[in-house]
């Protein structure tokens, strides 16, 4: 039996070959599917606020709230200082909206417009960290891992920006992840340094390991997350993952598909 439309309309044969695409955002996920993902979005929102809101009290450039064995660093450096904990504050508290597919579909100009502040608090916060970096405890460990840091997160919300404007939605998602998660490194290096303290660890050795782990694991992660699909399509190669899947084919182009 003919299975096309009155109108004789129907989809074009498959050739020999020929391999299903995978939808992008179009595609709804089950609720069920969605529900670890709304609570993973709301611990990380709430950790954000949380690091962002401890961090915050540097901007009153008290010297009894910065770190005691870098007191004299921060002194020497309140305007990088500044910018670092300002533009990183912000940022905390921004990016996990960027992720909000209700705000993307319903409110495109409000994404925009947090879109643009964000990009603005990452290079605030990169370029105070980089001038901070000769200042950093435990050189040359800690310094090269932070400065690392800094670049890497220049790059990747550049090339989320890049993305954007190419109008290849499904890569700058991709990109705006590996963005937030070094953004993150904020909350997994407080995490790292205090239970490197309950355990007994020497500072300098958490310290110098922190600045690495911290971006390190949150970009593992964040790999991970992308190339099962945890932020609504499995991403291969295709669309710049490092790790995920070659053999998932992500398709931007469709007629009539919309990232």
Do not use: K
Request: charged fraction near 15%; glycine fraction near 8%.
């Amino acid at each position: 039996m003919n299975r096309t439309s009155d109108t004789g309309a129907g989809p074009p044969p498959r050739r020999p070959g020929d391999t299903p695409e995978t939808p992008l955002a179009t595609t709804r996920r089950p609720e069920r599917a969605r529900l670890p993902g709304r609570a993973a979005w709301w611990t990380i929102t709430l950790l954000a606020a949380a690091t962002a809101l401890l961090a915050a009290r540097y901007l009153t450039l008290d010297p009894e709230v910065f770190l005691e064995e870098q007191r004299a660093a921060y002194l020497a450096r309140l305007t990088p200082l500044l910018l670092h904990i300002g533009g990183g504050t912000a940022a905390l508290l921004l990016g996990p909206w960027q992720f909000v597919a209700r705000l993307r579909t319903r409110r495109p100009a409000a994404h925009r417009i947090v879109g643009r502040a964000y990009l603005v608090c990452v290079a605030a916060t990169a370029a105070g960290g980089l001038l901070l970096v000769p200042g950093a405890l435990v050189p040359p460990i800690a310094p090269i891992g932070f400065a690392l840091l800094d670049v890497l997160l220049v790059l990747t919300t550049a090339a989320a920006l890049h993305t954007a404007r190419r109008r290849r939605f499904d890569r700058h998602r991709v990109w705006m992840v590996r963005s937030y998660a070094l953004i993150l490194s904020a909350v997994t290096l407080r995490l790292w340094l205090v239970s490197c303290a309950a355990l007994g660890v020497p500072f300098d050795l958490a310290y110098a390991s922190a600045a690495w782990t911290c971006w390190l694991i949150n970009l593992l992660l964040a790999e991970l997350a992308l190339a099962h699909g945890f932020f609504g399509t499995a991403v291969g190669a295709e669309a710049g993952s490092v790790i995920g899947p070659a053999a998932v084919r992500v398709s931007a182009d469709r007629p009539g598909a919309r990232p």
